[in-house]
């Protein structure tokens, strides 16, 4: 069965320093999301992604992020200059059209930042 | 604006007993409503949906899920827990946009 996959699966940075989480979306689908998940808080929202450009994006998906599909295949979050709060676990998904449409999600990467 | 509201951070019930998880959601015109399963270090796997169609939605692992509008509930029942059953499970709602809202979560442990 397709799956996304997201590495790396742990990721430890310095604060200030730029990190890059990268996903491998299910082949044909042409949604792309990510979502975090700070330690015992909800799963968040950060930003929607189609036709490549962004389609919907909450309030903290600041300036300090950005979202790529460098290549066809990998779909990339980037935090320019991390702060101790960014460290959660930071899910991509993927979906094959909007509305009710299945959100499939990778394992996640859990980011650190020091 | 959209919410869902999970009661119960976390429930305990016996293996054989009945599971059952609470969601209420908030929303302004009929919503799409999940429920998702996050097994120990790993990601949300979807366990069923409701989609404007049939109110009683069944999923894997033997979960259902009843949407009542009148009391805008989306509650998770399985007859009887298995001990693989154990795991957090989420209540989220989509509403007319891409993203999904999620609840707080609640974490299902099964005694022996």
């Known amino acids: 069965e397709p799956e996304v996959t997201q590495t790396p699966s742990h990721q430890v940075t310095q604060m200030g320093q730029e990190v890059i989480l990268r996903c491998v979306p299910i082949s044909n689908h042409l949604y792309f999301y990510w979502y975090r998940q700070i330690l015992g808080q909800k799963v968040e929202f950060l930003v929607s992604?189609?036709?490549?450009?962004?389609?919907?994006k909450s309030e903290i998906f600041d300036d300090q992020f950005s979202v790529e599909r460098p290549d066809g295949s990998n779909f990339t979050l980037k935090i320019r200059s991390t702060k101790l709060e960014d460290s959660a676990m930071y899910f991509c998904?993927?979906?094959?059209?909007?509305?009710?449409?299945?959100?499939?999600f990778g394992p996640g990467t859990r980011l650190l930042v020091l | 604006a959209q919410s869902v509201t999970q009661l119960g951070s976390h429930v305990s019930v016996s293996e054989g007993a009945l599971v059952l998880l609470r969601c209420n959601y908030s929303?302004?015109?009929?919503?799409?409503l999940f429920w998702y399963v996050q097994y120990p270090n790993q990601g949300l796997q979807l366990l069923l949906k409701?989609?404007?169609?049939?109110?009683l939605v069944k999923g894997i692992n033997g979960f259902e899920a009843e949407f009542k509008k009148s009391e805008t509930s989306f509650h998770l029942t399985k007859p009887s827990a298995h001990m693989s059953d154990a795991a957090e499970y989420f209540c989220a709602v989509r509403p007319p946009s891409q993203k999904l809202v999620f609840g707080q979560g609640t974490r299902l442990t099964i005694n022996p």
């Open positions: 998904a993927s979906s094959g059209g909007a509305g009710a449409e299945t959100q499939y």
């Open positions: 409701y989609t404007s169609a049939a109110t």
């Open positions: 929303s302004s015109v009929p919503p799409y």
């Open positions: 992604f189609y036709n490549n450009e962004i389609s919907e």
